[in-house]
């Protein structure tokens, strides 16, 4: 039986022979109506502020959700982006050295190219060398004939003006009437 403060308060008893003090007893149930009311609104508030806690625990329940479900976004977030970073370290790195080794071969082959130029250039100056040292040798040659042959020549025009008297005085020389006529 659910007995609320104005049931308290309008609550009549019978009168008996030897009965108690009708003051006293409205007046005890006049403040236990005051106390039951006040220990109702009480409880009222007590369940208003359960059920605004219960909210606001609810609300932090959510947000600790929400943040948690933030939280394990970003771990998963970060843990994509580090593995995209990664990936593209690698990818950079693979890229690199493929264009390292290109460039390598490049220049390998461009340091052949150029040696073989070189030899070849040694071999042309080699073949300058020879032949400016055999044109020299020529011309030292023609040089050589050149005077010898003006040597002749004045030895052969100094005999045709020579005098007789150089035959008859023992000189071995041919007359210059022999050397004319030869």
């Not at 071969?105 to 250039?121: A, C, F, H």
């Amino acid at each position: 039986m659910n007995v609320s403060p104005l049931d308290l308060r309008q609550q009549r008893f019978r009168t008996a022979f030897r009965g108690f003090d009708k003051v006293e007893v409205t007046s005890l149930l006049a403040a236990a109506a005051e106390d039951y009311e006040q220990a109702l609104k009480e409880a009222d508030k007590l369940r208003q502020d359960v059920a605004r806690l219960e909210g606001m625990l609810k609300e932090q329940h959510d947000q600790e959700k929400g943040l948690k479900a933030t939280l394990m976004t970003a771990q998963k977030l970060s843990d994509d982006i580090k593995a995209n970073a990664e990936q593209e370290a690698r990818r950079i790195v693979r890229e690199a050295h493929s264009r390292s080794d290109l460039l390598l071969e490049k220049t390998q082959s461009r340091l052949e190219d150029i040696q073989r130029e070189i030899d070849g250039l040694r071999l042309k100056r080699r073949d300058v060398e020879t032949s400016i040292e055999s044109t020299i040798q020529t011309l030292r040659n023609t040089l050589e004939y050149v005077r010898e042959q003006e040597a002749r020549e004045r030895e052969d025009k100094i005999l045709l003006h020579r005098p007789r008297h150089a035959v008859d005085a023992g000189d071995d020389r041919v007359p210059d009437w022999q050397e004319v006529s030869k």
